[in-house]
């Protein structure tokens, strides 16, 4: 998480944690800073690791139409992390940031349908989906 590690920098530098910083502009309504909070819970860099708290941040950015944080609440979805997985929530929160034009979504999405063809959603599988954006968990 390069953006992570600059912020934990210049958090040190001015003497404060830089998920402060970044809290108090993803309260605001700083679209970039909710995700990446959610990022920092879901990966525990820069932040205690809680995927509810990471669930709560990407969805705020989803909602808004965020295309890098609807990605990663699909796969939040997927693996049940933080949230019960939910097959439908996968495919809605894939399709918007597809449709935004993240190639990642697009690919995941692709590869999502074809395993409800073939299996059950197995635990795991959604750290096989490719990375969206700096997140090194999801």
């Keep these: 998480m390069r953006i ?3 912020l934990l920098g210049l958090g040190s530098l001015l003497g404060c944690a830089a998920s402060d910083t ?3 502009r993803a309260a605001r309504g700083d679209l970039e800073a909710q995700a990446t909070l959610g990022s ?8 205690p690791e809680d995927d509810e708290e990471a669930v709560r941040w990407f969805r705020m950015a989803a909602d808004q139409g965020l295309a890098r944080a609807q990605f990663h609440l699909a796969c939040m979805y997927c693996g049940g992390t933080g949230v ?9 929160w894939m399709r918007l940031a597809a449709e ?3 190639a990642e979504a697009a690919e995941a ?4 349908s074809e395993l409800l063809e073939t299996a059950e ?12 954006g700096s997140m090194t968990r999801i």
């Excluded at 879901?42 to 932040?47: H, K, L």
């Excluded at 999405?109 to 999502?112: D, I, P």
């Excluded at 197995?122 to 490719?130: A, N, S």
């Design 84 to 92: 019960p997985k939910d097959g439908d929530e996968v495919r809605r």
């Design 121 to 132: 959603l197995q635990p795991g599988y959604w750290r096989r989906l490719p990375q969206a």
């Design 100 to 102: 935004q034009g993240l």
């Design 109 to 112: 999405g692709r590869r999502f």
């Design 4 to 6: 992570t590690a600059i």
């Design 22 to 24: 970044i809290e108090k």
């Design 40 to 47: 920092m819970y879901a990966s525990g860099e820069g932040a």
